[in-house]
């Protein structure tokens, strides 16, 4: 900094002798460059001129916060009041009119306070698969597939208008209790339960056989890759609907999360192969590419699993409800992002040396500096003005990031996954809520904490390729943040929320944003009428008009 200022002042003492006039001009100059440079930042390459250089008008976390909050409202203005409405707007999204029973549906809706009447998509890409299906095709599917060796998936039926859910264990009786509030009677089903966290439809390839005998295939502990997206290949590439957003948002390898959609779609990331234990080597895959309706937890945008809210996240919620005297106000809270666990979400064995890919092994190694991968950052060289820089240094004293378990390995990858990454001492579920930042990624499946993490006081960050029964009701950067695969964009983000007065502000509001609309819309209520309408929907698939 001393060169130019000693320079300016020889220029100014010689132009003094001079011109007394010159000399103020030249003082006034001097003093506008330095105000020009703006707040702060002690980077040489911020004396670039901006006009010239690639940067960005807005900090993208702004531009998206307002872009979704905007998208949040329409979507609470638009929701249908009456039946005629929400008959109107059915037929309208989805081309056809809605079950029969939608009018007992929509009093039931309205009856529970749903907040949600009309986005429902969730339910419509889950039965799209099964619109071809003959409804005595499905019933046989159900059957043989619950019967087969290996099923991990119990059948249920409704008849005379009562679920039976009596042999599918704990998770049975919670449907059940779900569904215990509709006192209306429900269409004749019979359905699959699947019993593990993991999804189990995926699409066939080829020339399918409708009328195939469903079996029960194991690919556990080996890319399963290249078998769910095969399917991608028959795709055309559809251009991106947020290009505008991307524009404003995404700067050299900087990219934020401008679409939960398109983030989740696995045809669009082939890179994703390679950073997802699932894919990797889930630790437990049974699949079957049958026609056959199974509702599950989780899938990722390939799969045609059913989903539907899951008993994990509704009843037993977590192990443990979240109690509001173990969580500070954020005031009291850490600046910080925390997150400890295990080693799930891939089997580590010998012959597939992919653990230091999986997702959560590279969350971890990441944030604590293990590898030597350098981040870029923003930084606002002046008044509307972001431009990137790139540091190695990721400010590791933002985190409390650690693995207190490793598990699912052989023993010796155990070892090497203990010696880099030395466990910590297991933390209670309560330890979070001292953190203002929480982060949440997938396990082997969906994170079965998220809605505990919601409730909290503290904002969470999401990172997850599962898409769930709830994607049409939160909405990121209004309820909670999402986080990019690779998490490029993580060091910037988290030094613009945790450091700078405005993204604590934003971090705040959508912390208060979460735990409100989680008491809105992810009831127990609200997963009663959810599963009303999608048996409803399952009902006119299997009992034809007569
Ligand atoms: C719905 O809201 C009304 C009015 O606030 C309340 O009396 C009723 O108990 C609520 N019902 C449910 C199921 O939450
Ligand atoms: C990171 O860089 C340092 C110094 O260049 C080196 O000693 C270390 O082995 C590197 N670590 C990794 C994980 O590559």
């Avoid at 409804?135 to 039926?157: G, H, I, Y």
């Avoid at 959609?261 to 049974?286: I, R, S, V, W």
């Avoid at 891939?346 to 969350?363: C, I």
Wanted: hydrophobic share 35%.
């Amino acid at each position: 900094m001393a060169a130019p200022l000693v320079l300016a002042r020889t220029v100014a003492a010689r132009a003094f002798r001079l011109n007394p006039l010159l000399f103020s001009v030249l003082i006034l100059s001097v003093f506008l460059f330095w105000s020009y440079r703006g707040p702060v930042q002690q980077q040489w390459h911020s004396m670039k001129l901006p006009q010239t250089s690639p940067h960005l008008t807005s900090h993208p976390v702004d531009v998206l916060v307002d872009h979704y909050k905007k998208k949040f409202e329409r979507m609470l203005e638009s929701q249908s009041s009456t039946l005629e409405e929400a008959t109107a707007k059915y037929q309208e999204r989805y081309h056809r009119p809605p079950p029969p029973g939608f009018d007992h549906w929509f009093e039931f809706a309205k009856k529970q306070n749903s907040t949600i009447i009309d986005d429902f998509d969730t339910i419509e890409e889950s039965v799209q698969y099964l619109q071809s299906a003959r409804p005595e095709q499905l019933r046989n599917a159900v059957r043989s597939a619950a019967s087969a060796a290996n099923a991990k998936a119990c059948s249920w039926t409704t008849r005379d208008g009562r679920p039976n859910l009596m042999q599918c264990d704990w998770m049975g009786r919670e449907v059940e209790k779900v569904l215990a509030l509709v006192q209306d009677p429900l269409p004749d089903t019979e359905l699959l339960l699947n019993s593990l966290d993991e999804p189990r439809v995926i699409s066939p390839v080829g020339t399918s056989n409708d009328d195939q005998i469903p079996a029960w295939i194991d690919a556990s502990r080996k890319s399963i890759w290249d078998r769910v997206t095969q399917i991608c290949q028959d795709r055309k590439a559809e251009p991106s609907k947020n290009a505008g957003l991307n524009q404003k948002t995404g700067i050299g390898s900087l990219k934020f999360v401008t679409d939960v959609e398109d983030a989740k779609d696995l045809c669009k990331h082939p890179e994703y192969a390679n950073m997802h234990g699932f894919f990797q080597a889930p630790t437990t895959f049974l699949f079957t590419d049958s026609v056959v309706p199974v509702l599950s937890n989780a899938r990722p945008s390939t799969f045609r699993d059913i989903l539907y809210p899951p008993p994990y996240y509704i009843g037993v919620k977590d192990m443990k409800p979240y109690n509001e005297a173990e969580d500070p106000d954020w005031e009291l809270k850490r600046p910080q992002l925390y997150w400890a666990g295990s080693t799930t979400g891939s089997y580590a064995s010998a012959s597939s040396d992919t653990w230091r890919s999986s997702h959560r092994q590279r969350f971890v190694a990441r944030v604590n500096q293990l590898s030597n991968e350098s981040a870029t950052f923003l930084t606002e060289t002046s008044r509307g003005v972001w431009e990137p820089f790139t540091s190695q240094d990721v400010s590791p004293q933002l985190y409390d990031v650690k693995f207190t378990n490793v598990v699912q390995c052989e023993e010796s990858q155990c070892i090497q996954i203990n010696d880099y990454f030395h466990p910590s001492e297991k933390e209670e579920r309560s330890t979070s809520f001292h953190y203002r930042f929480l982060f949440d990624l997938d396990g082997n499946s969906f994170s079965g904490r998220y809605y505990t993490l919601l409730e909290s006081k503290s904002v969470v960050l999401k990172q997850t390729i599962f898409k769930e029964w709830h994607d049409d009701r939160l909405v990121p950067w209004v309820h909670y943040i999402p986080v990019s695969m690779d998490m490029g964009e993580l060091p910037e983000l988290m030094r613009y929320l945790a450091l700078t007065e405005r993204g604590s502000r934003i971090s705040k509001d959508i912390a208060n944003a979460g735990r409100d609309w989680l008491r809105k819309v992810l009831r127990k209520e609200d997963a009663a009428v959810y599963m009303y309408r999608l048996l409803l929907e399952l009902g006119r698939l299997m009992n034809p008009p007569p």
